[in-house]
Each structure stands twice: as structure tokens, then as C-alpha cells.
């Protein structure tokens, strides 16, 4: 999934239909329903398909990215306008806003090293005591993702071809390249740098910006890391 940074305008149609309703949007729903949860925060939260669902099922919700074409998709669904929209990124956030933050879709792999350690400290201090982290990434140990080939279908019954290309992975990150191929021909590239975290360097990481690991899970349906889907499924709570 893409999250996090401008993107050509005309991804934008076909990221809703590459990326519909999923089991992972079960299990965060899931995990949301397990507490008292009123305001909440889908950081990274791309075309809103999660941030409208949340505000759907009664919370008071902001979903904040840095792509104003996505944003733009987002604000035009229905159910799009129980939600505040929010161009811009994590160091905007003021303090004790939320009850629960949500990075999903793998938005973490855009974190770099560099603004890692500062992007938890805005969500701790976002965050109300006792409120709640949870985000999903992709575990380094599982090896090397597949190409993700498909033919996605959009809404005019159009189908553009999608496949990714990864490099050999350096220091914990893996550069990689999403391609889109339109049926006039036309194909767009997307490339990104991604970080990978260990199950141990995010739990560190997490200490240290002021949370307790309260779970780390390896698949959608709550499996021991190294069980699952290649997954890392974090939900951290803040201390004090």
C-alpha cells in the first residue's frame, strides 16, 4: 500500500481498487472495538477507506497524510465527511488529541532512520495516558516479498497491469519499485526507499520513545511472530 508522500494523481483510482477491504481492516477494527476509544488518529491514512469505517462505527476520527491528491479522494467517499481531514504530518499533532493512533498499510516503511525516533515522539505525545499505538509492517525475517503481479480491475472495467520489482536489501532497507502499466500503454513507476524493522529494533524503539509493547504479532489472525503472514502487527500502549 502507499501512504505517506505525493503520488501521481492518477494512482489514486486505481489504489482503491489494487487495495479494497481486507482482513487487516478487520483486525484493526477488532483491536479499536476492544477499548473505550472516542478520538482517534489513522496517521498515513492515504484515500480514508479505514479512517471512514472507524468514524462510521461512532468515533470522532482525523486522518492526516501528506497527499493532497489522496486526500482529495478521501474527502469525495461517502461517509467522508464525519471525518477531519489533515494535509501534513505527525509533528503537527498537539498533545493528549488521541485515545488510539493507527499507521496502517505498511505506512512505517517510509520512516527513515532520521525521523523514526521523532514520528514516536509526536504520537506518545499525541497520545493520552494510557492511550494506544498500533501499526503493521512487513518482518525482515520473512525474506524477500513476491512481485505482487496482478491485473486490477476499475470501476469503467479498465484493467491496468501492477508488479513490483525489490533490490537486495542494505542495512535494513530494500529499494523498491511499483509498476503500472494503462491500457493506452502508458505506465507509471513508483519507487520508494523502505526501512524493514526486526521485531527487536521496533521494540526498542518503542521504550525509548515512552510506550510498553503490549503485543507484537506475526499474521492478521493474532499468530506468533514467525507464524504468520511475514507480518509484524504492533499494538503498544503509553506509560504515565
Known sequence: MWHGERRHARLVEVYDAEFPWGWEDDFFMAVLAERSTHRVLDLGCGTGRLAIAMARDGRRVTGVDTDPAALDAARGKPGG????????????LGEAEFDAAFMTGHVVHRIGDDAWPGLLRSLRRALVPGGRLVFDSRDPAGGAADDGRKSIVLDNGSTVDAWSAEGEPEGGTVLCTRHYRFPDGSEITNTSTLRLRTE??????????????????????REPVGLGDGELIVIAGTIG
Open 200 to 221: 527487536t529494533e521496533i521494540r526498542e524503539s518503542l521504550v525509548e520513545a515512552g510506550f510498553r509493547v503490549e503485543q507484537i504479532y506475526g499474521g492478521w489472525g
Open 81 to 92: 465527511d464525519r471525518v477531519e481531514w489533515v494535509e501534513g504530518t505527525a509533528a503537527q
